[in-house]
């Protein structure tokens, strides 16, 4: 990195959240940008009165810098192989690289100090994913260095950033492997075999953070009915077969997912007969089902708000949802229910599940309080990381 680096100053007052390691800028608190300055570029932040802050990527958008490091001028020479380092040595604390377990979050974001950056591992393949024009330009020096990473094995990483990017960086990225090519799509996960589509599913292929809420929802499955909406993959499906569900009916309105699903359930569990897929609206299905056919149900939505301005209709959506589960539901019946959208809090997500409760008029208890897992962490200064958050329901 020996190119010279662009400097952005503040307005002033504006370097608070910094000062605390807060690691985004936001384009209000810019009070004058480079000459010829362009998206993904790097630039040294200075308070109006002259003082360091440290490097990031500058970007168009609200958030009109991602810090990569504090305190210096320029980054240091090797800072992405250095962090990618300490992320996958977090990862053989956790206990995550085990011959039964094979796939793994290795960079979260702001989490691992490399905002903008998601990196998810899939036996030898790592699938890359750039969420600012900065990470998007150095994807392919993070590939290389994914592949130096000691113990790692990393042969093959693929870039799917197609609709990650922000559409108004004009980047025009393509999905693509960097480095190797496709060797098969069969990974680990608690012992368990699942089909990922990185090249053509939804985020990197599966939805590694739900792997802890899984192996939890598999205690619970013994002897119960099993409704698992918004299936995607199956991926609570096989745990609770694994269980020992007496049933588990899978619902997503994509032909695909149920497809994959099935898929993942002969992958565990040839020829077994306690599984059903149904295509179909979950709305429509939860309208449909008669009452207390299930004593257990997963609902697994995709984000209801992915965005502030859609805040308000998201949780109604929520409500909703949750009001016809918590009423359809079998007495002395186990919900697990999730959001995964950012812009909904903790707390709201719990005011609405609440409403749900209270409309039904039946007697709920909280026996869990749910979250993203360990390989999916946030950075004390940028509590922005948290996103998913669920509840298990004991409903009478």
Known sequence: ?????????????????????????????VASLPENIEEGDMVTVY??????????????????????????????????????????RLRETLGLIRPDNNCYRLVHGEGDFLP??????????????AHSPGMHFERNNIAEALTRI??????????????????????????????????????LENGLQFNIDWMKGQKTGFFVDQRENRALLEKYAKNRNVLNMFCYTGGFSVYAMRGGALSVDSVDSSAKAAAL????????????????????????????????????????PPAFAKHRSALKNGLIGYRKLNTKAIEKIRPGGVLFTFSCSQVVSREAFRLAVFSAAAKTGRKVRILHQLTQPADHPFDIAHPEGEYLKGLVLYIE
């Not at 305190?71 to 992320?87: C, H, K, Q, W």
């Not at 993942?264 to 020829?271: R, S």
């Not at 979950?282 to 997963?298: E, Q, S, T, V």
Request: glycine share 8%; charged share 25%.
């Open 116 to 129: 903008g950056l998601v990196v998810d591992i899939y036996g030898d393949t790592a699938v890359m994913q």
């Open 150 to 187: 000691p113990e790692a094995k990393i042969r093959n990483v693929y870039y799917k950033s197609e609709t990650t990017l922000p559409y108004k960086a004009r980047l025009d990225p393509h999905n693509e492997y960097i480095i190797g090519a496709f060797d098969g799509n069969i990974a």
């Open 1 to 29: 990195m020996n190119e010279t680096i662009k400097k952005l100053v503040l307005r002033p007052g504006k370097e608070e959240s910094l000062l605390r390691w807060h690691p985004w800028v936001f384009s209000g608190a």
């Open 261 to 300: 699903t099935d898929a993942n359930i002969e992958l565990n569990f040839p020829g077994d007969d306690r599984h059903t897929t149904h295509a179909v609206d979950a709305f429509k299905y939860l309208n449909d089902m008669p009452d207390g056919k299930y004593d257990l149900i997963i609902l697994d």
């Open 47 to 88: 308070t109006y009165d002259g003082r360091l802050i440290g490097v990031g990527h500058y970007q168009i958008g609200s958030i009109a810098v991602r810090m990569i490091q504090f305190g210096v001028e320029r980054p240091d020479d090797d800072i992405y192989y250095s962090r990618l380092v300490n992320a996958y």
